[in-house]
């Protein structure tokens, strides 16, 4: 079985999405996947300015076949989450936006970045992993 080189852009302020996303990946009985993001309880360490922290989120982002960005409306107001997606721009990845459970709208900002958009739920996530990206 393949194993997917993800990052998940998040905001620290609503890390339990990103701890649910990841639980819904996890539960996928034919999925793989090693998660490169960034949580609050796994900070980069060691980066003293906003240039030493993008630098070592590219970093981060390098080895990854996809970006998936979870697309609530905070995520056009985050300035961390606005500079991954030019990050994973500059380096071509395969940038898929997840609808927030429930959610009628998403962030504009991810939506015209993203390669693809998927539903909150596992099957739609990991098929549109699978669509647009290798292993």
Not at 7 to 22: G, M, Q, R
Not at 45 to 70: F, H, W, Y
Not at 75 to 99: D, F, H, L, V
């Amino acid at each position: 079985m393949q194993t997917y080189h993800l990052f998940i852009s998040h905001s620290w302020n609503y890390s339990d999405a990103h701890d649910k996303l990841v639980n819904l990946l996890t539960a996928h009985p034919t999925f793989n996947f090693k998660n490169f993001s960034v949580p609050p309880h796994n900070p980069i360490v060691g980066a003293q300015t906003d240039k030493e922290l993008e630098a070592a989120i590219e970093n981060k982002i390098r080895p990854c076949s996809a970006v998936l960005i979870m697309a609530g409306m905070y995520s056009t107001y985050s300035q961390w989450i606005n500079k991954e997606i030019k990050i994973a721009q500059r380096m071509g990845k395969i940038i898929i936006a997840i609808k927030p459970f429930g959610a009628e709208r998403i962030s504009t900002v991810v939506r015209e970045a993203a390669t693809a958009e998927c539903a909150w739920n596992t099957n739609s996530i990991v098929d549109a992993i699978r669509l647009h990206t290798e292993a």
